[in-house]
């Protein structure tokens, strides 16, 4: 008899991502003359600058940008990630040949940083709720996870009382992301200050997630101003979301030599580095000034109005001062779970939004809105939801 072929364990730990799965069912439904409004993804609807197409265009017409590049990155690119920081965080220092290291996305990142700090059974902080890549990349690397509730009541910050009563001699890693996915809780310097105190005192690596810094707020933060931040935490950077080059796959993080060393010697047995002609549009992107933002927020803040009135249709309310390219809305208490209260609105509306539940648990009595959809859609979605609820 034939041995039966299993997947690894590690195939069994994790499911398709949600958003995979859910595509796919909004596609079919389409297909299907449904028409969905998809009020779910956070992927930017608009281009980047037309000089980052023109630079990256102008790039791929080179006989000699087609080949292998180092995984490490371009020169340019490192350096345009130092300067960037210096400008907007106000980090001034970083040495871009040995303190920056160009990711094929953020979410790549997730699980070079898993694979670089945990060995199996090693504990790792995850937020609830949170970006479901932290808890997945974590069962990737096979380490235990112990999530840290966030929750209204505390404004979405973490209770630092509450994680000083976790077993954190086991733990070897925290996931926290400010401006946070899906909450829109903004940064603190506050903030940064306490988790880097508690990662140098617990000796827990520290990874601040950082991609919606410069969405729907004018003072982006990172956690890599605060003194000493460099010894114990890592930040991830992305200009899928400020740059509107999700597609492009363009991330970074920035932390000691030692640790950028680490998690290079994980990414350069994984990948072979980026196209040339996406890093040259990225070094392009990199140079826009601040007029870039305040442009991009001003189109962010006529459809977040859009939103709120969605949610309000839909009977949520919403926490004030959110940032980030979503609105998160509590659903009314006498409804069922958010996975009930989104499938009918996408049954009844034809408006697909994510409920909270997908975030983790406590996430359950949420939905979120997605504002990288055109403001006609969402005036569509509007009309259709406040005709059928």
């Not at 023109?54 to 345009?80: F, N, V």
Request: aromatic share 10%; glycine share 8%; proline share 6%.
């Amino acid at each position: 008899m034939t041995k039966a072929i299993q997947p690894s364990a590690r195939v069994e730990s994790i499911k398709e991502y949600y958003f995979s799965r859910k595509l796919k069912e909004i596609a079919r439904l389409n297909a299907e003359g449904r028409d969905i409004i998809s009020l779910g993804i956070g992927g930017p609807d608009m281009p980047p600058s037309q000089s980052v197409i023109d630079k990256a265009c102008e790039t791929l017409r080179r006989s000699d940008s087609h080949s292998y590049q180092m995984t490490i990155g371009i020169p340019e690119l490192r350096r345009s990630f130092a300067g960037w920081y210096s400008r907007f965080y106000g980090v001034t220092d970083l040495n871009p040949d040995t303190e920056i290291l160009p990711l094929i996305g953020s979410k790549e990142g997730c699980v070079d940083i898993s694979l670089t700090f945990l060995n199996p059974g090693d504990g790792v902080l995850v937020p609830n709720p949170g970006y479901p890549t932290y808890t997945s990349a974590s069962r990737i690397a096979q380490a235990e996870i112990f999530t840290y509730d966030l929750d209204e009541e505390h404004g979405w910050y973490p209770d630092f009382d509450a994680l000083e009563r976790l077993p954190l001699d086991r733990i070897k890693l925290m996931w926290v992301n400010y401006p946070h996915m899906p909450t829109g809780t903004p940064a603190t310097m506050e903030l940064f200050e306490r988790l880097v105190d508690f990662g140098r005192r617990h000796g827990i690596v520290i990874v601040n997630d950082n991609p919606y810094s410069f969405i729907l707020n004018d003072r982006p933060l990172s956690i890599l101003a605060v003194d000493g931040a460099r010894d114990i935490a890592i930040e991830m950077n992305s200009l899928s979301k400020c740059m509107n080059m999700a597609g492009w796959r363009v991330g970074m993080l920035a932390s000691n030599p030692t640790f950028v060393s680490w998690v290079l010697k994980i990414k350069s047995n994984i990948d072979s580095g980026q196209l040339r002609a996406v890093m040259d549009g990225a070094v392009e992107a990199l140079s826009c000034d601040a007029g870039w933002y305040r442009r991009l927020n001003s189109v962010y803040a006529s459809r977040k109005e859009v939103a709120l009135r969605i949610m309000d249709a839909l009977g949520c309310s919403v926490r004030p001062g959110q940032q980030g390219l979503f609105l998160w809305g509590r659903i009314p208490d006498s409804s069922a779970g958010s996975e009930e209260f989104a499938q009918k609105v996408l049954d009844d509306a034809r408006v697909f939004i994510t409920p909270g539940f997908i975030f983790g648990s406590a996430g359950e009595r949420y939905v979120r809105i997605s504002l990288c959809a055109t403001e006609e859609n969402l005036l569509r979605a509007l009309e259709r939801i406040e005709k059928a609820i």
